[in-house]
């Protein structure tokens, strides 16, 4: 690829976050175009290709990542197949946006670090798409300044209208708390060090087995708290609302009028949106974008990630596996996670059957 050369994409998973992102780079992301489509049903690749002209169908995804007319790879397939597909594109020394979550369990997703330290150069991004949302970014910027003074609590909730019924307990956490857990790290720059799930009175929407709601309790290195509401059957819309409560005042996102701060007396109103991929439309196309620029810019042998990387992958799979024992135990659970500074220069600059996001 040179410079001029649009970016040739592979994308493997063409279900509904696939599927949209194929019409995404075709439609809406200068510089990149779809080469390759691969699926693991045959007829969903083949409807989908159809929409992205010259673009090939592969249907074994180790294949399509080696295509040689394939400078990058998007990986929407499903969670247990993306960690080897990762190591693939690795291996392929090829960049990858992954969405979450990198690996289903910290091991796989800490060799992926390992793996991508050793090639000396940043190739593995995730698919935290908040960190591009307008919203979140100028809550950042709030914290960052100081405009808020020293933030003390964050208080969460992510609602979906509803799931699967295959969904279980642990993918609430593995495929929707994983969100709040990577926001508490974008927002608040530190490491989250234990977490505690709580379990209130089903929901008799829930399918049977599954704890939801579920009420999670993030603590930080520095003492910070986060508590998350998460209710994946709530039968209204999609809600993802934050609060951050500082020394000098509070500011809150997510209420679909933009940022609101509490400084004086008001009232608001709307509809509350549909699903996530009206809520974070904008999102998702400035982390493709932005993607895709990185690559261009890192050429054939610089850091080809702007934004979450392989670290801030495995930083959330390691607290939602302590999520998952406290779920089970019913128990505080301190993260197991090794030192950073014992991988060397993978992740991002700093902390500063899937489910509906």
Same mark, same amino acid.
């Given at each position: 690829?040179?410079?001029?050369?649009?970016?040739?994409?592979?994308?493997?998973?063409?279900?509904?976050?696939?599927?949209?992102?194929?019409?995404?780079?075709?439609?809406?992301?200068?510089?990149?175009?779809?080469?390759?489509?691969?699926?693991?049903?045959?007829?969903?690749?083949?409807?989908?290709?159809?929409?992205?002209?010259?673009?090939?169908?592969?249907?074994?995804? =180790?294949?399509?990542?080696?295509?040689?007319?394939?400078?990058? *790879? !998007?990986?929407? %397939? @499903? #969670?247990?197949?993306? &960690? +080897?597909?990762?190591?693939?594109?690795?291996?392929?020394?090829?960049?990858?946006?992954?969405?979450?979550?990198?690996?289903?369990?910290?091991?796989?997703?800490?060799?992926?670090?390992?793996?991508?330290?050793?090639?000396?150069?940043?190739?593995?991004?995730?698919?935290?798409?908040?960190?591009?949302?307008?919203?979140?970014?100028?809550?950042?910027?709030?914290?960052?300044?100081?405009?808020?003074?020293?933030?003390?609590?964050?208080?969460?909730?992510?609602?979906?209208?509803?799931?699967?019924?295959?969904?279980?307990?642990?993918?609430?956490?593995?495929?929707?708390?994983?969100?709040?857990?990577?926001?508490?790290? =974008?927002?608040?720059?530190?490491?989250?060090?234990?977490?505690? *799930? !709580?379990?209130? %009175? @089903? #929901?008799?929407?829930? &399918? +049977?087995?599954?704890?939801?709601?579920?009420?999670?309790?993030?603590?930080?290195?520095?003492?910070?708290?986060?508590?998350?509401?998460?209710?994946?059957?709530?039968?209204?819309?999609?809600?993802?609302?934050?609060?951050?409560?500082?020394?000098?005042?509070?500011?809150?996102?997510?209420?679909?009028?933009?940022?609101?701060?509490?400084?004086?007396?008001?009232?608001?109103?709307?509809?509350?949106?549909?699903?996530?991929?009206?809520?974070?439309?904008?999102?998702?196309?400035?982390?493709?974008?932005?993607?895709?620029?990185?690559?261009?810019?890192?050429?054939?042998?610089?850091?080809?990630?702007?934004?979450?990387?392989?670290?801030?992958?495995?930083?959330?799979?390691?607290?939602?596996?302590?999520?998952?024992?406290?779920?089970?135990?019913?128990?505080?659970?301190?993260?197991?996670?090794?030192?950073?500074?014992?991988?060397?220069?993978?992740?991002?600059?700093?902390?500063?059957?899937?489910?509906?996001?």
């Amino acid at each position: 690829m040179s410079d001029t050369q649009d970016l040739r994409v592979a994308v493997l998973g063409v279900g509904v976050m696939g599927a949209d992102h194929v019409d995404r780079i075709n439609r809406r992301i200068s510089g990149a175009r779809v080469t390759v489509i691969s699926d693991a049903s045959p007829e969903r690749a083949a409807q989908v290709g159809a929409t992205a002209r010259d673009a090939q169908l592969v249907a074994d995804p =180790f294949e399509a990542i080696a295509v040689e007319d394939v400078d990058a *790879v !998007l990986l929407a %397939t @499903p #969670s247990a197949v993306h &960690a +080897e597909q990762v190591l693939a594109c690795l291996h392929a020394g090829k960049p990858v946006l992954c969405e979450k979550p990198l690996a289903t369990d910290a091991e796989g997703a800490l060799e992926i670090v390992r793996r991508e330290a050793e090639l000396g150069r940043r190739l593995v991004q995730v698919g935290f798409m908040r960190r591009f949302d307008h919203e979140h970014e100028r809550l950042k910027s709030l914290i960052d300044t100081g405009d808020l003074g020293q933030p003390l609590m964050m208080h969460c909730a992510h609602r979906n209208p509803a799931v699967s019924p295959r969904c279980d307990s642990a993918a609430v956490i593995t495929n929707s708390v994983v969100h709040e857990i990577d926001a508490t790290r =974008f927002l608040l720059g530190e490491e989250i060090m234990a977490i505690t *799930v !709580l379990r209130p %009175t @089903p #929901s008799s929407h829930a &399918a +049977e087995g599954l704890q939801d709601p579920q009420l999670v309790i993030l603590e930080t290195e520095t003492g910070r708290m986060v508590d998350i509401e998460v209710f994946v059957n709530a039968g209204v819309g999609y809600e993802v609302r934050t609060e951050v409560v500082g020394e000098r005042g509070s500011a809150m996102i997510g209420l679909d009028v933009g940022l609101v701060r509490r400084t004086e007396p008001g009232s608001w109103g709307g509809q509350i949106t549909p699903g996530f991929r009206e809520r974070f439309g904008q999102a998702y196309d400035s982390e493709v974008q932005r993607w895709v620029d990185a690559i261009h810019a890192g050429g054939r042998s610089g850091d080809c990630v702007d934004g979450p990387g392989s670290w801030d992958g495995y930083a959330a799979a390691a607290v939602c596996a302590a999520g998952i024992r406290s779920l089970e135990t019913w128990d505080r659970i301190e993260v197991d996670m090794v030192p950073r500074s014992i991988i060397g220069r993978s992740g991002s600059a700093g902390a500063a059957p899937d489910q509906p996001e």
